[in-house]
């Protein structure tokens, strides 16, 4: 189990392969490629229940992803990805500029109450983008995953 080694004390080969699987989950490649010398390292973690190992695509590889044991050891439970945290960021920019009043469109096509042009309401796309984003059907909508 997990208890059995001291994460903080971790050998340098075990530490920077947490490291490097913890990185790469990061960036939502759950699964590593690591060379099969680093057998017995891999192993030692996968003892401790911190890493999932199978047999590697190329010759004389070993490929490795976080249990959910080491997910907990190797990534802050709050951890979001800076792209979502953009987003939401960006989501909650979107949310004060959108206008709660109903198009009007001209005989043109253009909005006249959100000055949009060309048929297409800039305030009517950021509303539909909001309400999606709302939905179970978002990516990390409704907090999952920020």
């Known amino acids: 189990m997990?208890?059995?080694i001291n994460i903080v004390n971790l050998p340098p080969t075990q530490y920077l392969v947490l490291e490097v699987l913890a990185a790469r989950t990061r960036t939502g490649e759950h699964l590593w490629t690591f060379?099969?010398?680093l057998g017995p390292a891999l192993r030692a973690l996968e003892d401790a229940s911190l890493i999932s190992t199978m047999n590697g695509i190329?010759?004389?590889s070993i490929r490795a992803r976080l249990t959910e044991t080491g997910r907990a050891y190797a990534l802050k439970s709050n951890y979001a990805p800076p792209v979502i945290e953009m987003l939401t960021k960006a989501l909650e920019l979107l949310h004060d500029f959108a206008d709660d009043?109903?198009?009007h469109f001209d005989h043109h096509g253009d909005c006249q109450s959100h000055g949009s042009i060309r048929g297409t309401?800039?305030?009517a796309l950021i509303k539909d983008l909001l309400d999606w984003h709302a939905?179970?059907?978002a990516p990390y909508a409704g907090g999952e995953g920020r």
């Open 121 to 123: 309401c800039r305030n």
């Open 2 to 4: 997990a208890d059995q």
């Open 135 to 137: 939905t179970d059907t």
């Open 35 to 37: 060379p099969s010398n």
């Open 101 to 103: 009043d109903a198009c």
């Open 58 to 60: 190329a010759p004389a």
